[in-house]
């Protein structure tokens, strides 16, 4: 099977089993109003990080299963793990089992990274960089997608939580799509790396160290997703908005990074990744400043637009930071290192930003998001600048 069939596959397994997980934490409310009556509101917000904190904790374990007992296994093992917790998610009749099929969901799936490794051993080492910008666009594709078809649901008037029993015939059917897919893909001899740069150009940097990397990670997560939850009532109340307005603004830098990922990542293939991401993190800092501190509507969608181009310009070179320092012995274990790494920090962008804008406001929330941006890529050019060239990549 070609590559690009391969790619392809996993791309669209990859957004079936996205599209729950990203569509029904917004309708919650209206889920456990039928499950648990009165206790809705109170729990909303503990119950929409359960399954990405259950994700934090076993990503790892499955990664380095995949290791040992082969990324295919592992991928199949995800998608029908995410069909089960709907299931459950559908039938459950109490709090308590509700609550354990997110955990479920959490601890079984784990989608993303399982398709990032298996990806790495399919693919030619120099465009698994490209591949991840891809699996993070079919996430964010999702992301916009998702809530309104599960909504559009809702208005047709399935029972809210019904709306499980569908969503989980998606990872059933990305399981009979991956099933013909091979076991392995490219032998290790057919790897380039990409530290070696392609045939022909000048040698790439040496990779930065993948805590230094796990770190970079973690400071955009915080700048990027402290502001996601209060995004949609924060642009109704400060413009007068509708909800539908206030959505489309939400969604503007998602919709430019499926536009712009693809030639975004091709430019940075054979360029030094961090002074890119550092740039990225400097455009959403600037952005977001803006955004906290106008009273414009064209000028907010203006700042959601540029902050578009620099969450994809940040993305495509931390993807490309990471596969630089993918081993094929290991990939498993590394993607669900940096899996749960991301999920750890999106969990404490959204209870940081709660306590913020409880305590201080909309306005120093924003400010804050852009420090965080700030500092982060502060830290990585001053990480790159203590990576140095090895003495036979100089010398030439």
């Known amino acids: 099977m070609s590559p690009t069939r391969i790619k392809a596959t996993v791309l669209v397994c990859h957004f079936a089993g996205a599209f729950g997980p990203m569509g029904l934490p917004p309708f919650l409310g209206l889920i456990l109003a039928g499950i648990a009556p009165?206790?809705?509101?109170?729990?909303?917000?503990?119950?929409?990080?359960?399954?990405?904190?259950?994700?934090?904790?076993?990503?790892?374990?499955?990664?380095?299963?995949?290791?040992?007992?082969?990324?295919?296994?592992?991928?199949?093992?995800?998608?029908?793990?995410?069909?089960?917790?709907?299931?459950?998610?559908?039938?459950?009749?109490?709090?308590?089992?509700?609550?354990?099929?997110?955990?479920?969901?959490?601890?079984?799936g784990g989608t993303f990274s399982a398709s990032n490794a298996y990806l790495s051993e399919a693919l030619p080492r120099r465009e698994l960089s490209q591949a991840l910008n891809l699996t993070q666009a079919s996430a964010r594709l999702a992301l916009i997608l998702s809530p309104v078809a599960v909504g559009l649901l809702i208005d047709a008037h399935f029972v809210p939580q019904n709306v499980y029993f569908v969503v989980a015939l998606l990872p059933l059917a990305a399981v009979a799509m991956l099933l013909p897919l091979p076991a392995r893909g490219a032998p290790t001899s057919d790897i380039v790396a990409l530290a070696a740069g392609a045939a022909g150009s000048r040698p790439a940097p040496p990779p930065l160290p993948r805590g230094a990397i796990m770190a970079a990670q973690t400071g955009f997560t915080l700048a990027m997703i402290s502001t996601f939850p209060f995004l949609v009532p924060y642009s109704m109340k400060a413009f007068g908005v509708g909800a539908g307005t206030a959505g489309w603004l939400f969604g503007v830098p998602h919709i430019v990074y499926l536009f712009a990922c693809l030639p975004l990542g091709r430019h940075l293939r054979d360029r030094d990744p961090a002074p890119w991401f550092a740039a990225g993190c400097l455009i959403v800092a600037a952005m977001l400043a803006v955004q906290a501190g106008t009273v414009s509507l064209a000028l907010f969608t203006i700042a959601r637009l540029a902050m578009g181009m620099g969450m994809t310009l940040g993305y495509v070179a931390l993807n490309a930071m990471i596969a630089r320092t993918i081993e094929d012995a290991s990939a498993g274990r590394m993607f669900g290192w940096f899996d749960s790494g991301a999920k750890l920090a999106t969990i404490a962008a959204s209870i940081g930003g709660g306590v913020i804008a409880a305590g201080v406001g909309i306005t120093a929330l924003f400010l804050a998001a852009a420090l965080c941006g700030v500092l982060t890529a502060v830290t990585v050019l001053r990480l790159r600048g203590t990576t140095t060239l090895p003495r036979s990549a100089a010398a030439e």
């Open 38 to 108: 009165g206790a809705g509101d109170r729990l909303i917000g503990w119950l929409y990080i359960v399954p990405t904190a259950c994700l934090a904790l076993a990503a790892p374990f499955w990664g380095r299963l995949a290791d040992r007992w082969g990324r295919k296994p592992l991928l199949l093992r995800a998608q029908i793990g995410l069909a089960i917790s709907f299931l459950l998610a559908g039938l459950a009749g109490s709090l308590p089992v509700f609550v354990i099929a997110l955990c479920l969901q959490g601890l079984l």
